[in-house]
């Protein structure tokens, strides 16, 4: 069956860092993947995907320059590095999978969806 499981959420101050980790099992690592967050109150958001690869990646324009991703497909996980976290990217952050192997953007383009990790970033 078919896992995501989140972990590396918490609090840090503004202008920390936390790397959040997404290992995935019981399906073939070969899908494109991405995060999404959502804070309380509003609706859920791309952050960042990679391809399958890892040899192409797309960034929400809000994190762009402080967040990155990257995949380790011998261990079947994917990372989000955040660097200069600010209140505003308070949120629960949630890592989802696509059984096609191209970058999407969009809520209803992802097959399979961790439970997520909560981060709090106080200021």
């Known amino acids: 069956q078919e896992q995501l499981v989140e972990s590396g959420g918490g609090l840090v101050q503004a202008g920390g860092s936390l790397r959040l980790s997404c290992a995935a099992s019981g399906f073939t690592f070969t899908h494109s993947m991405g995060w999404f967050r959502q804070a309380p109150g509003k609706q859920r958001e791309f952050v960042a995907a990679?391809?399958?690869?890892?040899?192409?990646?797309l960034y929400e324009d809000s994190v762009k320059g402080r967040f990155t991703i990257s995949r380790d497909n011998a261990k079947n996980t994917i990372y989000l590095q955040m660097n200069g976290l600010k209140p505003e990217d308070t949120a629960v952050y949630y890592c989802?999978?696509?059984?096609?192997?191209?970058?999407?953007?969009?809520?209803?383009?992802?097959?399979?969806w961790g439970q997520g990790t909560q981060v709090t970033v106080s200021s």
């Open positions: 990679i391809t399958r690869r890892g040899d192409s990646t």
């Open positions: 989802a999978a696509r059984k096609i192997n191209i970058i999407s953007t969009m809520i209803s383009g992802y097959d399979y």
